[in-house]
T-cell receptor, first 114, second 117 residues
Framework: GDSVTQMEGPVTLSEEAFLTINCTYTATGYPSLFWYVQYPGEGLQLLLKATKADDKGSNKGFEATYRKETTSFHLEKGSVQVSDSAVYFCALSEGNTNAGKSTFGDGTTLTVKP | GAVVSQHPSRVICKSGTSVKIECRSL??????MFWYRQFPKKSLMLMATSNEGSKATYEQGVEKDKFLINHASLTLSTLTVTSAHPEDSSFYIC?????????????FGSGTRLTVV
């Protein structure tokens, strides 16, 4: 079955540091890939997405590139802010296959200190 | 953009009572909604897939008689936790997608924090 493995946390960085959160996946088909962010006490928000190989998703300074050859979708940001402190989830969806269910990684908690 | 409203955001109930959680898609029709449960510092566990006009599909290990799901319209799905016990205390989140939106990511509700005392 499908699975998503992401970097274990927690991750603690100083403001303006470079962020990488690794994510790799296994899937039977050609999934779409997503990063979601969850702030304390809230639901998940879609951060960015990529629907095919070599696509780059980007939003709010975050980027991730769909790498089919390495089955990866690592999240990066060049300069993090305190407000980026949250839990980040990598996920995949096989679209209409399997009724569109998403498979999530375990989440990585990011804390950014001033 | 697509908006999903989940209500209530927090609920405290006594052991043995039932609690209903609503998930509404506000500006699109959702033929499929998903219900997740999230334990502290853990990822989301898919509980069931709610299909408009038909029975929900439950994941293995989820008691369908305890977690009743109804998807009566294209904009509303409800999860009822029946005869709640303290071990049912958790954060429940719904998400929705339309048949044409799977590749655009899911829209999540803001979650419901259930505490059973």
């Amino acid at each position: 079955g499908d699975s998503v493995t992401q970097m274990e946390g927690p991750v603690t960085l100083s403001e303006e540091a470079f962020l990488t959160i690794n994510c790799t996946y296994t899937a039977t088909g050609y999934p779409s890939l997503f990063w979601y962010v969850q702030y304390p006490g809230e639901g998940l928000q879609l951060l960015l997405k990529a629907t095919k190989a070599d696509d780059k998703g980007s939003n709010k300074g975050f980027e991730a590139t769909y790498r089919k050859e390495t089955t990866s979708f690592h999240l990066e940001k060049g300069s993090v802010q305190v407000s980026d402190s949250a839990v980040y989830f990598c996920a995949l969806s096989e679209g209409n296959t399997n009724a569109g269910k998403s498979t999530f990684g375990d989440g990585t908690t990011l804390t950014v200190k001033p | 953009g697509a908006v999903v409203s989940q209500h209530p955001s927090r609920v405290i109930c006594k052991s043995g009572t039932s609690v209903k959680i609503e998930c509404r898609s506000l500006d699109f029709q959702a033929t499929t909604m998903f219900w997740y449960r999230q334990f502290p510092k853990k990822s989301l566990m898919l509980m069931a897939t709610s299909n408009e006009g038909s029975k929900a599909t439950y994941e293995q290990g989820v008691e369908k008689d305890k977690f009743l799901i109804n998807h009566a319209s294209l904009t509303l799905s409800t999860l009822t936790v029946t005869s709640a016990h303290p071990e049912d205390s958790s954060f429940y989140i719904c998400s929705a997608a339309s048949p044409t939106n799977y590749n655009y990511g899911y829209t999540f509700g803001s979650g419901t924090r259930l505490t059973v005392v």
